[in-house]
């Protein structure tokens, strides 16, 4: 089994619908992240949370909201999907390097959502 | 601000020639970098980091990096390329800023 896994890996839907996206793991991290991919523009952060109390906005919060329901799950919620929300999303968990205060992380296959 | 630029869009080289995937970056405080190689249709994955110590850090399937404090740059670089290294580089610093992704064709 994967150690990020996030469900659905596809989907189809209407604009003005909610969508709620899930993620998963299994590696023990604190820390998990939800990201945006757009072709030519990388990937960019939504939200992050470093543990079940903290959540934080990213670079493009607006229009996304976020839960931390255990260590292990951190779910995305569109409220009221529109087009230009169409895109790939990853959730990412890292750890802490010692002193560091930052880490690599480790990414889901990703979740295709397309709003219609 | 804090950004992380990748110039190139496509890099073509041939199988067993070496190829370079360029980065800059423009940080405040330390510049933790990263390297993640992404498949089509997969996650990212890890492939190299550079926190501190030396310039020249070594990562995943051959892979190194030179870390430029004086260019600002975070070059990614392989001595001999394959075919299977075809894949799109991201550049990043910590786990907030990405570059726009490089894509890799080696062709045989």
């Known amino acids: 089994d994967a150690d990020v896994t996030q469900t659905p890996r596809n989907r189809i839907t209407k604009t003005g619908k909610r969508i709620m996206l899930e993620c998963s793991q299994t590696k023990g991290h604190d820390r998990m992240y939800w990201y945006r991919q757009d072709p030519g523009l990388g990937l960019r952060l939504i939200y992050y949370s470093f543990d079940v109390k903290d959540i934080n906005k990213g670079e493009i919060s607006d229009g996304y909201s976020v839960s931390r329901q255990a260590q292990a799950k951190f779910s995305l919620s569109l409220e009221s999907a529109i087009p230009n929300q169409t895109a790939l999303y990853f959730c990412a968990t890292s750890d802490e390097l010692a002193g560091e205060n930052t880490g690599e992380l480790f990414f889901g296959e990703g979740s295709r959502l397309t709003v219609l | 601000a804090q950004s992380v630029a990748q110039p190139e869009d496509q890099v073509n080289v041939a199988e067993g020639n070496p190829l370079t995937v360029k980065c800059t970056y423009s940080?405040?405080?330390?510049?933790?970098l990263f390297w993640y190689v992404q498949y089509p249709n997969r996650g990212l994955q890890f492939l190299l980091k550079y926190i501190t110590g030396d310039n020249l850090v070594k990562g995943s399937y051959g892979f190194e990096a030179e870390f430029n404090k004086s260019q600002t740059s975070f070059h990614l670089k392989k001595p001999s390329a394959l075919v299977s290294d075809s894949a799109l580089y991201f550049c990043a610093v910590r786990e907030i800023y990405f570059g726009s992704g490089t894509k890799l064709n080696v062709k045989p």
């Open positions: 940080v405040s405080g330390n510049p933790y």
